[in-house]
């Protein structure tokens, strides 16, 4: 058999596995994964990443698309050796941030030195709701520059386009919380792919995660950009989400992909049963069509040789 690609991984958080349970509206798995954040310890986190790069290993994934916020994973992925990109995640949402927050991820992989052969950086500016349009544009430019993948967080709930849209609901009391919000802050008042179209920073070289919440003039418009999604079956049934995007985007020909997600919003780093769960949740595709779209050779479209 031939081995898998898992485009959506964030192997920091695998010591959060089994902590948060099922079932938390998203606001509120967050601040779970903040508050666990903040307390964690590093070797508990880069103990995670190296059990979860054997878990991806023995469960036959070959590929590997992985984000990085604080800066233990890139160590035990280069131990590894597996074909795949680390990106580096950014949030921001005061404008002044931009700058010092690009700067910041491009000193942490200056410092982190080169990764094993075939595997390469990447830049994540997280999601609309967690940067500025000008990180999101600055990130588009030194990606372009240096040649790196994008990868942004995007449409995963309702939520994320109340807030946005209006500046209200769930997710701004989180944000408000947290204090991330500047005194000034005003709501874009554009849905979350506009926000991204606008920004520049749809196109191949780009891989949006998520989806889930987007209306039939943006499926078409990230098939025209080429922009390119990956869906997290585990994540979508951890949270009991609503309709799954994966047959529109398909049937509309966007390049989808798959991935696990986190550990702390997944049970497993099995690629194997996210193929399974595809198939639930997307009745309408063969499951031959599901399988391809996890085949390792797919980790071709970013440049990974496998
Ligand atoms: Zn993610």
Redesign the pocket.
């Known amino acids: 058999m031939r081995g898998f690609f898992n485009a959506?991984c964030?192997l920091e958080l695998g010591f959060l596995r089994g902590v948060i349970p099922p079932g938390l509206p998203f606001a509120d798995w967050l601040r779970e994964v903040v508050r666990h954040k903040r307390t964690a310890r590093r070797e508990d986190s880069a103990a995670a990443v190296a059990a979860g790069l054997f878990e991806l290993r023995e469960s036959g994934t070959q590929a590997l698309l992985d984000?990085d916020s604080l800066g233990t994973a890139p160590g035990p992925l280069r131990a590894v050796q597996m074909p795949a990109i680390s990106f580096t995640e950014m949030i921001a949402l005061d404008p002044a941030g931009a700058g010092s927050a690009l700067a910041y991820a491009r000193k942490r992989q200056e410092f982190e030195g080169p990764l094993a052969p075939g595997q390469a950086f990447g830049l994540s500016p997280h999601a609309p709701y967690t940067t500025t349009p000008d990180l999101i544009r600055a990130a588009v430019a030194a990606a372009h520059e240096t040649g790196q993948f994008l990868c942004i967080?995007a449409a995963e709930t309702p939520e994320e386009t109340e807030l946005l849209v209006h500046g209200t609901g769930p997710l701004h009391a989180f944000l408000h919380d947290m204090k991330a919000l500047p005194d000034n802050w005003q709501p874009p008042g554009m849905r979350p792919i506009a926000i991204l179209h606008a920004c520049g920073a749809l196109g191949p070289r780009t891989l949006l995660?998520?989806a889930n919440d987007i209306d039939d003039g943006e499926v078409n418009l990230l098939a025209e950009t080429g922009t390119r999604v990956v869906v997290?079956p585990g994540t979508h049934v951890y949270f009991q989400r609503g309709p799954f995007p994966l047959e529109r985007l398909v049937e509309a020909g966007v390049s989808v992909y798959l991935g696990t997600?986190?550990l702390a919003s997944n049970e497993s780093l099995s690629m194997a049963r996210e193929v399974e769960l595809a198939t639930g949740l997307a009745p309408g595709l063969s499951p031959a069509v599901i399988v391809g779209l996890a085949d390792a050779r797919r980790a071709r479209d970013f440049g990974l040789e496998v």
Request: glycine share 0%.
């Open positions: 959506h964030h984000i967080h995660a998520h997290c997600d986190s």
